[in-house]
């Protein structure tokens, strides 16, 4: 009996769901609003982890992230993407470290405050998948980057009425590449990238 009970009550609370909290099906990538976007930094993470002296990965975060889109889906080869992600807010949930990272002895955002990603170049690989070949300049150097991009979904967002699309990416950088080789190759040289970005429409 009381398992029945609770089952009703779940039932009752899911029929009495407001309807800003059912999920959407994600849209078609062909049915995208082409026009510019800006990054919807709330929901916009990129993580990043190495292997910690063989022993495991360490993964961190950096949030706060900008920048602006600019896409049309039946011209994929015309998009421009250009987002930043300010080294100042690396995170890694351990606060000495987090302060060892940005200071001088690593990625001196003192400095150095911001790590860009700009696109030179789109190309489609699935229905809703595209690899985007562009530059990323970290720590005053800037080198050639893949990032594997796939489509989330897009819609309006029904808390704040904005058309949001999102998108998720991986890639790898060597970060020795630009400076950045404190501990190599005991923290590893290479940094596996992944990122979750959402972007909102302006025009």
């Known amino acids: 009996m009381k398992a029945l009970s609770f089952a009703a009550v779940l039932l009752a609370s899911a ?38 002296f ?36 690396i995170s890694t949930t351990n606060d000495t470290l987090d302060a060892e990272l940005v200071s001088a002895d690593w990625f001196d955002a003192a400095t150095y405050p911001t790590i860009r990603f700009v696109s030179q170049k789109v ?41 949001t699309i999102g998108f998720s990416a991986t890639g790898t950088l060597k970060r020795s590449d630009f400076g950045v080789s404190k501990y190599v190759p005991v923290v590893s040289d290479e940094v596996a990238i992944r990122i979750t970005a959402a972007f909102e429409k302006v025009n």
Do not use: C
């Open 15 to 52: 029929v009495a769901a407001p309807s800003f909290l059912v999920a959407q099906a994600p849209a078609a990538p062909e049915s995208v609003q082409a026009g510019t976007y800006e990054v919807e930094s709330n929901h916009t993470l990129a993580q990043f982890a190495v292997n910690h």
């Open 54 to 89: 063989g022993f495991n990965d360490y993964f961190g975060t950096i949030p706060g992230a900008t920048g602006s889109l600019s896409i049309d889906p039946k011209a994929l080869g015309a998009v421009k993407l250009d987002v930043s992600l300010p080294v100042s807010r």
């Open 123 to 163: 190309e489609q690989t699935g229905p809703r998948t595209a690899r985007i070949s562009g530059t990323v300049t970290m720590h005053g150097v800037s080198k050639p980057m893949v990032l594997d991009a796939t489509f989330g979904g897009a819609g309006v967002n029904p808390m704040d009425k904005a058309y």
